[in-house]
């Protein structure tokens, strides 16, 4: 009886309601995205692995300006300051998004020749054009977040999600090669756009304002300092194995990367963004806030280490059906890196503990110190070879997500957090 009453608790919750239809979106998602992870291994070289990997470095550094914090600050800010928010965010969301495009552009030469391809260039400065889309959408998101109406979001990101899995299959087929994966975000993220339009009323303002713009800039500058900090730890594997290793070496890292991490970074993912809104909306409520954060810590970590248990344990099966037995010497870097999101995930949810508490800044102080020890133990592993580093990759996670976890409850509730 006492299980069966836990359960049903769990089940008519609101970030339960939330993360079946975020979850339901997933698995829509992943149907699609088998398709586009069964035809990249065997239409795709290692080489072409590492640019796709070169590729989606330089748009997740750009998301990172483009979003600069502003969704999760009109997520958390009070009904009396939300038309003001969104007018301001609006015009600093034009600022980022055109800044974003102007740096990719400039810096698409020197990233091809610092990985030696030219066969960059062209297709990440078609990638830029993608981001003078988000300003027209991104605040009509946020708004539809706030108000957890995750079925509409689970609708729009199936959607965006459908239309880049079938342009990739498709376009690679074609023979098009890394430019199937530039095409595909611009025609997804046009599709996002259509959609979110349809679903909110907001308009945006005519004409320029930053009234409290200070309100925006203080909670977003530390959002923007842990995104970008996220991204850099994200991301600074690829960056060294492709520069001192070799681009062939970063494409079979990179698909052990995107088969062991993918489905399981998603699941947490949709976990986080179901939880955000959530926590923000009860956080005045202080005990229930707190009761509610360790329920759905254990839940998330819970739900997160059996989904790594089974593809960690079907992964030596999997791989060399689906993929292809070129791809067997990936199946270990592919363990270890599935088994580094149980970590990640823990560090995930404190820092939306401290994001819904308005203390973002507290997550910027820990990240720095985080990044710094990342770069350092990839620095050290890199010259034993890619092992090594999926290696460093996971113990750095395991013992700076605890810390971090630690840190993150205790300055929300005090010394006593159990």
């Not at 993918?262 to 955000?276: H, R």
């Not at 790594?308 to 592919?334: D, N, R």
């Not at 580093?389 to 010394?415: D, E, P, Q, T, Y």
């Amino acid at each position: 009886m006492l299980l069966s009453a836990k359960v049903k608790e769990i089940v008519s919750g609101q970030v339960f309601r939330n993360m079946s239809w975020l979850g339901g979106a997933e698995l829509v998602n992943r149907v699609f995205r088998l398709g586009t992870t069964l035809t990249l291994p065997r239409f795709f070289s290692k080489n072409e692995y590492g640019l796709m990997a070169i590729v989606y470095v330089a748009l997740d550094f750009a998301f990172v300006f483009i979003h600069s914090g502003i969704t999760a600050k009109i997520v958390q800010t009070d009904d009396e300051s939300l038309q003001t928010v969104c007018d301001t965010s609006y015009w600093i969301n034009w600022m980022a998004c055109v800044s974003a495009f102007c740096i990719q552009c400039l810096a698409a030469y020197p990233i091809s020749k610092f990985f030696g391809s030219m066969d960059l260039f062209w297709p990440l400065c078609f990638c830029a054009l993608t981001y003078l889309l988000f300003p027209l959408f991104l605040i009509k998101s946020a708004l539809i977040q706030r108000e957890n109406r995750m079925n509409e979001i689970a609708i729009i990101h199936a959607a965006q999600s459908i239309t880049a899995s079938l342009t990739i299959v498709v376009l690679v087929i074609l023979g098009m090669g890394i430019w199937a994966i530039a095409l595909a975000m611009f025609f997804s993220t046009s599709i996002w756009m259509v959609v979110n339009f349809r679903e909110t009323s907001w308009q945006a303002p005519k004409k320029i304002t930053f009234k409290g713009w200070e309100e925006v800039v203080n909670f977003s500058k530390n959002v923007f300092g842990v995104e970008l900090l996220n991204r850099l730890r994200s991301n600074l594997d690829y960056l060294i194995i492709g520069k001192f290793l070799s681009v062939e070496e970063l494409g079979l890292y990179y698909f052990a990367f995107s088969a062991g991490s993918g489905i399981t970074m998603n699941i947490v993912n949709t976990f986080v963004w179901a939880l955000y809104p959530h926590l923000c909306s009860i956080r005045v409520e202080r005990l229930r806030f707190k009761l509610e954060y360790f329920k759905n810590l254990k839940i998330i970590m819970l739900s997160i280490s059996l989904a790594v248990v089974l593809q960690t344990s079907l992964s030596h099966f999997y791989v060399p059906i689906l993929m292809g037995k070129e791809w067997i010497p990936a199946i270990p870097l592919l363990i270890l890196i599935c088994i580094s999101v149980i970590p990640v995930s823990l560090k995930l949810v404190g820092s939306v503990l401290l994001n819904a508490d308005n203390k973002p800044e507290f997550s910027l102080y820990f990240d720095v110190v985080y990044t710094i020890v990342f770069a350092l133990s990839i620095l050290s592993a890199v010259q034993f070879g890619i092992y090594w580093v999926a290696f460093a990759v996971l113990m750095c996670h395991l013992v700076m997500s605890i810390l971090f976890s630690i840190f993150s409850s205790r300055k929300v509730f005090g010394s006593a957090v159990s």
